[in-house]
């Protein structure tokens, strides 16, 4: 692979347009991809930086086009959900084409699905797949293995989520209706993965301050439940969102929102490692989770494009493929969030 190019599938949307401007702010030079050319052509010719991208209109549902997309990138990232849909035909002419792959994914069985199929064809193309590398599911599986690392044994992980503000966008909002509608839950209790009905339920988990007790829906459809025992020693791993995040006036009502607007969110991620020894906990906070989850995929890609990522070709976990600790660090630095580490973890893995 010589190319440096990163390609930004979905670049004008919401997230897309984040990640490319993060991206541009770099020196980065980028494909705009995605269905719409005349959509493609007003983001290029609106960019301060016209010089350091080119467009290529392409839809999932044409496989010449995502072979031509693939073949002309070292590293795409993929924002154009819902993934159920969408997410499989561009990983597999990534991993086909030996061009490391980043994806915005929620949806568990996309990601499970990519791991369970593609891992032979990236480990023999050369590619690092990472799907689920934004917000949800994302940094919580990267907080769960800084928090974690280094424990032999975990009876119960939980991440929790805590987010105020949030605003869907359409494809936002598609996936949503699509997972909390889905009877297929994918669970790991009792040290086994499980698929099948799950009855959602209310609980209580105690943030950490300022927030504390809150009421959460648990479980939450997300894909920690497949990604964190990859690289945790746990038993169960519990996941929860906040109930209020979902009874807010608007929340389902906000296609049409300016950036401005979106970006007005406030969250909180907590992690608990219970041990017999009593365990860790850990937590990070911010606000704009649009931006947090774009930044964490443009970072990624940037050292994928720069060969700094994992020395084996594989499908993995955002934990998996960086160094949790030091990688939420850095995201903490470009002003993401702030991090909270128990211990000896403060100072990375």
């Not at 479980?219 to 020693?233: A, G, I, K, M, Y």
Request: overall charge negative; hydrophobic content about 45%; proline content about 7%.
């Amino acid at each position: 692979m010589t190319s440096r190019l990163i390609a930004v599938y979905g670049a004008y949307g919401h997230t897309g347009r984040l990640v490319t401007a993060e991206l541009l702010s770099r020196g980065r030079e980028l494909i705009l991809a995605g269905r719409d050319a005349e959509a493609l052509r007003t983001m290029a010719g609106g960019l301060k930086e016209p010089g350091q991208v080119r467009t290529f209109p392409a839809s999932v549902d044409d496989p010449a086009a995502m072979r031509e997309l693939t073949g002309k990138a070292a590293v795409v990232v993929h924002c154009a959900g819902p993934f159920s849909v969408t997410g499989a035909p561009l990983a597999t002419a990534a991993a086909e084409a030996g061009c490391h792959y980043l994806d915005h994914a929620l949806e568990p069985h996309h990601v499970k699905g990519v791991f369970d199929t593609l891992q032979e064809t990236a480990q023999h193309s050369g590619s690092v797949l990472i799907p689920g590398l934004s917000f949800y599911g994302g940094l919580g599986d990267l907080l769960a293995g800084a928090v974690a690392g280094g424990l032999t044994a975990v009876e119960r992980l939980v991440v929790a989520y805590a987010v105020s503000g949030w605003r869907l966008t359409t494809g936002a909002k598609n996936t949503a209706a699509q997972l909390f509608a889905e009877t297929q839950r994918i669970t790991f209790s009792d040290g086994a993965l499980r698929t099948g009905y799950v009855e959602p339920r209310n609980a209580v988990f105690a943030f950490p301050p300022p927030l504390g007790p809150r009421t959460v829906i648990t479980p939450l459809p997300s894909f920690e439940p497949f990604t964190v025992p990859r690289h945790v020693p746990a038993r169960n791993v519990d996941l929860m969102l906040t109930a209020a995040t979902f009874e807010e006036e608007g929340t389902f009502d906000s296609e049409h929102l300016d950036d401005a607007a979106r970006s007005r969110t406030d969250f909180t991620i907590a992690v608990q490692a219970v041990t017999e020894e009593g365990g860790r906990a850990g937590h990070l906070r911010g606000h704009d989770l649009w931006r947090a989850g774009a930044l964490a995929s443009a970072e990624a890609a940037v050292r994928l494009a720069d060969r700094h990522g994992p020395v084996r070709p594989a499908v993995l976990s955002p934990a998996e493929a960086f160094p949790a600790g030091p990688f939420l660090r850095t995201l903490e630095r470009l002003g993401a969030f702030e991090v909270h580490l128990p211990g000896a973890q403060e100072v990375g893995q």
